[in-house]
């Protein structure tokens, strides 16, 4: 029966499993204490309407990636569900849309229908204000830091296990794909403050936990791995109004990004080799944010440093998009959408280098090329 499932399961992806935080939430905050909910505007062009649970616009880069593969989930789910009819009750598929529109993409783990054939598709742990260490976001009250989503991601884990049997969960795990976008709320709230003689001494610790907890994602059945580095958080409005003197990008926070994204890389690699069977995709979000914002007027953008909705700020960049904020009529214009968020039209274009880029934005093979494998 395993050998059969891997036949069918091979060189597809069958289920997307999501960590991180703001950047790739859709939902959770909203079932915590915390100040860090996406309410309206966000999400003010996102289908069946808004809020959505995602700090944009519209959708997220994990919502638009996981539509390349949509089509031949299907048929795989429609072969999977035969072969574990003839081992075991047949399971019933109702992958049901809710109040805040998930239908067709990973679900908030927090939300109350997250449960059942639901989550088989995959499942969102991704919280807003979260990052590597515990103590990041501590600012914006609750939160799912990385730790706890793994914590969630076993309990998930072990759902699937009770709802098809270990052997067909096994093969959907292992052929599952993994993406971590996580680490900017590190670098920008908490290694940004630490004086310049320990910041190695920082960049030490996050990168011990979260080898910890790729590991644990590992040894949990996880083999796929898409993991974004930090982008070029010195540039986005929030910071450019923050430090008033800058007449470009922070350069502090830029190098200190970088220096963080070059260990990153190495851990990755270092991974691959040591945990047999995994792939850990670096995707170079940092070169991705470099390249729209360098060349955005070719992209049709005629605003890259300024956020689309925006209240206070000479680039928008003093208070998060909130009901009283201004939205900018057309957001194909803006690269940003809040101060720290990209517009759908900047993560489309990640999207594409993402998906089908070369060794300059994802290493060691590109997403489309992971999900093959």
């Known amino acids: 029966m395993l050998q059969i499932l891997a036949i069918c399961f091979g060189h597809n992806i069958t289920a997307v499993f999501v960590f991180g935080d703001s950047l790739v939430e859709v939902g959770n905050n909203f079932y915590i204490d915390t100040v860090a909910k996406p309410v309206l505007p966000n999400g003010i062009d996102f289908p069946k309407g808004a809020p959505s649970g995602r700090y944009t616009n519209s959708r997220t880069i994990v ?25 075991r009750t047949r399971p019933q598929f109702s992958f049901r849309e809710d109040e805040l529109g998930f239908k067709d993409y990973s679900p908030p783990f927090l939300a109350p229908n997250t449960s059942g054939d639901l989550i088989l598709k995959g499942v969102n742990y991704a919280s807003s204000g979260a990052g590597i260490l515990q103590v990041t976001g501590s600012v914006f009250g609750e939160r799912i830091w990385m730790d706890k989503q793994v914590n969630c991601f076993a309990k998930t884990r072990q759902d699937i296990i009770s709802r098809i049997g270990a052997p067909a969960a096994q093969a959907l795990l292992r052929h599952s794909l993994y993406v971590l976008v996580i680490g900017s709320n590190d670098i920008l709230f908490e290694g940004n403050t630490q004086p310049f003689d320990v910041k ?74 040591s945990l047999s069977g995994s792939i850990f995709v670096y995707v170079d979000t940092y070169a991705i944010t470099e390249d729209i914002i360098d060349n955005h007027r070719s992209y049709g953008f005629e605003n890259a440093d300024r956020a689309c909705c925006e209240v206070i700020g000479k680039h928008g960049g003093l208070i998060p998009c909130i009901p009283v904020s201004r939205v900018c009529p057309d957001r194909t214009k803006y690269a940003f959408w809040d101060p720290f968020h990209p517009t759908e039209s900047a993560l489309l274009i990640g999207a594409k280098h993402i998906l089908d880029g070369g060794l300059k934005y994802v290493s060691p093979i590109n997403i489309r090329q992971l999900a093959n494998l």
Not at 66 to 81: A, R, Y
Not at 200 to 229: C, H, P, W
């Open 63 to 87: 919502d638009i990636i996981g539509k390349f593969h949509d089509v031949m989930i299907v048929i795989l789910w429609s072969i999977f569900v035969v072969l574990v009819t003839l081992s």
């Open 200 to 273: 190695s001494i920082f960049l030490d610790e996050v990168l011990s936990n979260l080898k910890s907890q790729l590991t644990r994602l590992y040894n949990l059945g996880a083999r796929k791995f898409a993991m974004s580095n930090v982008p070029k958080v010195g540039c986005i409005p929030f910071d450019l109004d923050l430090h008033l003197c800058a007449e470009d990008c922070v350069s502090s926070i830029n190098n200190l990004a970088k220096l963080y994204n070059s260990r990153l890389k190495s851990l990755l690699e270092d991974l691959t080799r």
